[in-house]
């Protein structure tokens, strides 16, 4: 099993839909991580969580809201989801020091 | 503001060649740069890290230099081999990573 599961792989919604993204964990870390990925803009952060009560904001949180469930779980959701939310997005988790990120295999989410 | 920066989008390199993949960032409170390697349908993996007290991480074939007073880091791959065919991020650490754009390295036969 890998270490890092996102839910599903793949998904097409149409605009105003609300859609959940899952992701879950068995490294055992506290910090889990949403990041999403578009040509030529790399990858930009979306929120993260150093433990099961902390949740903060990265650079480009407008139109997303997440949740952390348990120490192993991390679910992303957009609210009403636009064409520009089009793109590939990645749940990683960390150790306490931040560093040894390992990322899920990614879900690609197409809004229509 | 991008705080990290691969402002070569793509880069070819002969099989056997070395493969040099730069990156500049602005902050220089950063704690650790890191290169991550992605390949298609797949995550990112952790490639090679360098602590911002060095200057230079070596492993295997990966060698990464930072110049802290330029800013700027590279990744030195020697020799290339088509498996290294991949797009290859960089980071930097302060709190949480941030990524660059990331350079997508074709290495031909």
């Known amino acids: 099993d890998a270490d890092v599961t996102q839910t599903p792989r793949n998904r097409i919604t149409k605009t105003g839909k609300r859609i959940m993204l899952e992701c879950s964990q068995t490294?055992?870390?506290?910090?889990m991580y949403w990041y999403r990925q578009d040509p030529g803009l790399g990858l930009r952060l979306i929120y993260y969580?150093?433990?099961?009560?902390?949740?903060n904001k990265g650079e480009i949180s407008d139109g997303y809201s997440v949740s952390r469930q348990a120490q192993a779980k991390f679910s992303l959701s957009l609210e009403s989801a636009i064409p520009n939310q089009t793109a590939l997005y990645f749940c990683?988790?960390?150790?306490?020091?931040?560093?040894?990120?390992?990322f899920g295999s990614g879900t690609r989410l197409t809004v229509v | 503001d991008q705080q990290v920066k691969q402002n070569s989008p793509s880069l070819s390199v002969q099989e056997g060649r070395i493969s040099i993949l730069n990156c500049d960032y602005t902050?220089?409170?950063?704690?650790?740069f890191l290169w991550y390697k992605k390949y298609p349908a797949e995550g990112p993996t952790f490639l090679i890290s360098?602590?911002?007290?060095?200057d230079k991480n070596e492993d295997g074939r990966f060698t990464v230099f930072l110049n802290k007073s330029a800013k700027h880091l590279s990744l030195h791959i020697v020799p290339s081999q088509p498996g290294d065919s991949a797009v290859y991020f960089c980071?930097?650490?302060?709190?949480?990573?941030?990524f660059g754009q990331g350079t997508e390295l074709s290495v031909k036969p």
């Open positions: 360098i602590s911002s007290i060095k």
């Open positions: 990683a988790t960390s150790s306490f020091e931040g560093l040894g990120y390992t």
């Open positions: 980071a930097a650490e302060g709190g949480k990573l941030i």
């Open positions: 490294k055992g870390h506290d910090r």
């Open positions: 969580s150093f433990d099961v009560k902390d949740i």
């Open positions: 902050n220089s409170m950063f704690d650790y």
